[in-house]
């Protein structure tokens, strides 16, 4: 059984398209993060939610909207699609102190 | 604030060569510290962790040290393998619901 599983692994859509990456753990964690990792493999924490709740929205544009309809589910849609968009999302969880983020598989969005 | 600061890579070794990659580390209180490991076309993995002063955690061969006093958690290996060749990623959570990485070291391993 996949802990963190996202669909789709591969996205390739046009500029000013609209999208969603779907995320899922099944692992009985509160905590659920989507991490961007460029093309120089920095991983830069998007959003994190705890028990369906917002609690970290670091600076992205708000055409990216995080939606979470229960404790297992973290989605990530993005409107009008960017050139700049292209990057390898992850999402992953956690549980409490002390332990560690569990990760996806991460999905490759090209936008061309 | 908290921040991770890792070797830049990338790294190239010969096989069974000795392995360090550097991570220090800035945090308020006492986070937890972990190194992940990202191999092609995947996600993190964790490697090993350690979430107090002085703890070593371990596995597959690699270690690090909790070094509270160097505010550090440097990866070891002592014989590396082909098969190690993947990008190295040093992080901290400072309360379980957040985790800042290090920019990550890209190690390759040749024959």
């Known amino acids: 059984d996949t802990a963190v599983s996202q669909t789709p692994k591969y996205l390739v859509t046009q500029m000013g398209n609209d999208k969603s990456i779907k995320c899922e753990q099944n692992?009985?964690?509160?905590?659920m993060y989507w991490y961007k990792q460029d093309s120089k493999k920095f991983l830069k924490i998007m959003f994190s939610?705890?028990?369906?709740?917002?609690?970290i929205n670091e600076t992205v544009p708000n055409r990216f909207s995080p939606k979470s309809p229960d404790k297992a589910h973290l989605n990530l849609h993005i409107n009008s699609l960017e050139l700049g968009d292209s990057a390898v999302y992850f999402c992953?969880?956690?549980?409490?102190?002390?332990?560690?983020?569990?990760f996806g598989q991460g999905t490759r969005l090209t936008v061309v | 604030g908290n921040s991770v600061t890792q070797m830049e890579g990338p790294v190239t070794l010969s096989e069974e060569a000795f392995l360090t990659i550097n991570c220090t580390y800035t945090?308020?209180?006492?986070?937890?510290l972990f190194w992940y490991v990202q191999y092609p076309g995947e996600g993190l993995q964790l490697l090993l962790k350690a979430t107090k002063a002085d703890d070593k955690g371990s596995n597959k061969g690699f270690e690090a040290t909790y070094r509270k006093e160097t505010t550090s958690f440097h990866l070891e290996k002592g014989s590396v393998q082909v098969s190690d060749s993947a990008v190295y990623f040093c992080a901290l959570s400072p309360a379980g619901n957040q985790f800042y990485f290090g920019t990550g070291t890209s190690l390759t391993v040749i024959p």
């Open positions: 945090a308020t209180g006492y986070p937890s």
């Open positions: 939610y705890n028990n369906k709740e917002l609690i």
């Open positions: 992953a969880s956690s549980s409490g102190r002390n332990t560690e983020a569990f």
């Open positions: 692992l009985g964690h509160d905590t």
